[in-house]
Structures are given as structure tokens and as C-alpha cells.
């Protein structure tokens, strides 16, 4: 599920650009994961949570400096198997895992497709978050209206617009990232209006 209007852009951004879009889509959906791994006991938030950080200080170039290829095998074995937890909520939380480890390969050797994946994945997410909470009676036509018009999705494809706005922007460097590490933060609340707060 692609917006054609982004497309093309993403083949513009600079290097750190592309990280940036990236970091902010798995910060958006960090609490997905965040919130699966506390409820059934999985995987190591503390630890994916320092890796992301880790990313927002290297596009900073502060912070101790870390080697992401390490990194990548740590990321790796915090993906839930679909096929062992039958439940929806491994879903999102594996594409959260799967958005930063993405996240990290963009690092290591920026690449626009992969980072428009990474766009495209986040709006996949959305989109069966809304499936699931449809009428199963209505048609398809009639589904992929619902999708397109929720809520979610317009803050969805609203989110993404406001990045590629803030990181194009002629703002410094390290206003423009604060700027956008406050957006994909969203109080918490996951692309899915999902918040990890006891």
C-alpha cells in the first residue's frame, strides 16, 4: 500500500535523511512492540530502546559511538514468530522490530528503497489495524474507502508527510531532528494509537 506521492522523493534524500525517516517511523511504532513484549513476557525493550536511541545520537553525532552491524543480530532475535504467537498484537509489534532493523541496514549503507519499505510497511500496519476493526459485511470497494478515510490512516500518511516537510526543511541539522524525534515520539502513541503505559 504505497503513496505514489512519496515515492519519488525518497530517491532525493541525502544519506542521514533517509536514516532520519526511518528513525522516525520505528519511533512511532516502538510502542507496538513495546507493549507486546511486556504483556507476553518477550524479547528485550530495554535493549531496543538503547539501539534506537543510539540512532537519534548518531544522527546527532553524539553519544558514545556504536557499531549497528553488531547490532543487526541483536535486533533480529526480538522478532516475534508470527507462527508461535496466534495472536494479532505479534503483528505489529514484529513490524516494529522489522522497521528497525531496517533502520539500522540504513545506516550502515543507506538505501531509498529500503527505507521506502519501511514507509510502505508502517502503512500496511495501519491499514490491517482498521481491517480488523471493519464490518466484515461491506465490499471490498467499500473497505478500501473505509481504510483510505479513517482517522489513522490520514495521521498516518499526515506523519509521513510532515517528515519528508521537516527533514527538506532548511532547518539546522540538530533542530530539525529534535523537532522530528518530538513528532514520532506522538505522547507515546504508536501509529495504531497504541500506548505502553501501565
Known amino acids: 500500500m504505497s503513496d505514489q506521492r512519496f515515492d519519488k522523493e525518497f530517491y532525493d534524500l541525502k544519506d542521514w535523511q533517509l536514516v532520519a525517516f526511518c528513525a522516525a517511523i520505528s519511533e512511532r511504532m516502538f510502542p507496538n512492540f513495546a507493549l507486546f513484549s511486556r504483556l ?17 545520537d548518531h544522527l546527532n553525532d553524539t553519544g558514545a559511538k556504536m557499531n549497528f552491524e553488531v547490532q543487526l543480530d541483536k535486533v533480529e532475535v526480538n522478532m516475534p514468530d508470527l507462527d508461535e504467537f496466534e495472536m494479532y498484537g505479534a503483528s505489529p509489534a514484529l513490524d516494529a522490530v522489522v522497521a528497525l532493523f531496517s533502520t539500522l541496514n540504513t545506516v550502515v549503507a543507506a538505501d531509498a528503497g529500503e527505507v521506502l519499505n519501511v514507509a510502505n510497511m508502517s502503512r500496511e500496519s495501519v491499514a490491517t489495524f482498521i481491517e480488523l476493526n471493519a464490518d466484515d459485511q461491506i465490499s471490498d470497494e ?39 524525534r518530538e513528532l514520532s515520539h506522538n505522547d507515546g502513541y504508536s501509529n495504531l494509537g497504541i500506548c505502553d503505559s501501565e
Open 40 to 56: 507476553m513476557e518477550f524479547g528485550d525493550v530495554s535493549k531496543m530502546r538503547q539501539i534506537l536511541d543510539a540512532v537519534w
Open 142 to 180: 467499500e473497505l478500501v474507502r473505509f481504510i483510505n478515510t479513517h482517522e489513522l490512516m490520514q495521521q498516518e500518511d499526515d506523519f509521513q508527510a510532515d517528515i519528508l516537510e521537516i527533514i527538506q526543511d532548511d532547518l539546522p541539522r540538530r533542530e530539525a531532528l529534535a523537532e522530528l
